[in-house]
Nanobody, 124 residues
Framework: QVQLLESGGGLVQAGGSLRLSCAAS??????MGWFRQAPGKEREFVAA????????YYADSVKGRFAISRDNAKNAVYLQMNSLKPEDTAVYFC???????????????????WGQGTQVTVSS
């Protein structure tokens, strides 16, 4: 079983930055991802990273502005968000992909464990 705890959300003005953290505990996993869900919208993929070699994946909407990283020693994953826009406002969720799970890293359905989410609000 995997437990995930996000932190670092908050209110920021457009153009500002935030750094989200996700602490993982329990069983080891293959990869970690960040997803977000805005009010009235479906959950969408933001970024993902593998624990082994640090391969990263990004949604087109955040490429060049967001950066995902991991600290294997701390079992933690981070999402550095720069040049934030009002449309980035959402609840951000950390998710873990277990070993043996197949399918695209961009799909939420391929992630097995989820955190409770942290709110990010970007004001214009």
């Amino acid at each position: 079983q995997v437990q995930l705890l996000e932190s670092g959300g908050g209110l920021v003005q457009a153009g500002g930055s935030l750094r989200l953290s996700c602490a993982a505990s329990g069983s080891s996993t293959y990869a970690m991802g960040w997803f977000r869900q805005a009010p009235g919208k479906e959950r969408e993929f933001v970024a993902a990273i593998t624990w082994s070699d640090g391969s990263t994946y990004y949604a087109d909407s955040v490429k060049g502005r967001f950066a995902i990283s991991r600290d294997n020693a701390k079992n933690a994953v981070y999402l550095q968000m720069n040049s934030l826009k009002p449309e980035d406002t959402a609840v951000y969720f950390c998710a873990a992909r277990h070993f043996g799970t197949s399918g695209s890293a961009y799909l939420g359905a391929t992630y097995n464990s989820w955190g409770q989410g942290t709110q990010v609000t970007v004001s214009s």
